[in-house]
């Protein structure tokens, strides 16, 4: 099950697996550049874990809970324009090992995300 943050994360509940909304890689634009973090690091909820560059703007995206990442997806470095293709899919960014399962309480459901934009 996806939950989200209304800084447009989603994460999978199941998982671990964190992306931005599709609703954010719109507002974005073609997105031509990524930095992921280093996998091991610990993390806490709202830290800036990643960035994005497009041709109009750059963007950070936040833990959407505490945890450790556990996996980046190198595809995304090679293939930027994955996140844009398949933002809620195969565009995921990182995987996060949750510290505090409690937090995802803390986020929204779709339904509640989308009546947010």
């Known amino acids: 099950m996806k939950k989200y943050a209304k800084t ?40 800036r874990i990643v960035s994005l560059e497009s041709v109009k703007a750059a963007g950070d995206v936040y833990a959407p809970v505490s945890g450790k990442i556990v996996a980046v997806n190198d595809k995304v470095n090679a293939t930027p324009e994955l996140i844009n ?3 809620e899919g195969e565009g995921w960014l990182v995987q996060i090992e949750p510290s505090n399962p409690a937090e995802f309480d803390e986020l929204l459901t779709e339904d509640e995300y989308k009546a947010t934009l």
């Open 8 to 47: 447009h994360e989603w994460i999978d509940t199941e998982t671990g697996k964190v992306g931005v909304s599709n609703y954010a890689q719109e507002q974005l634009g073609d997105i031509v550049y990524v930095e992921l973090p280093a996998v091991g690091k610990e993390v806490k909820k709202g830290e």
């Open 85 to 87: 293709q398949d933002p």
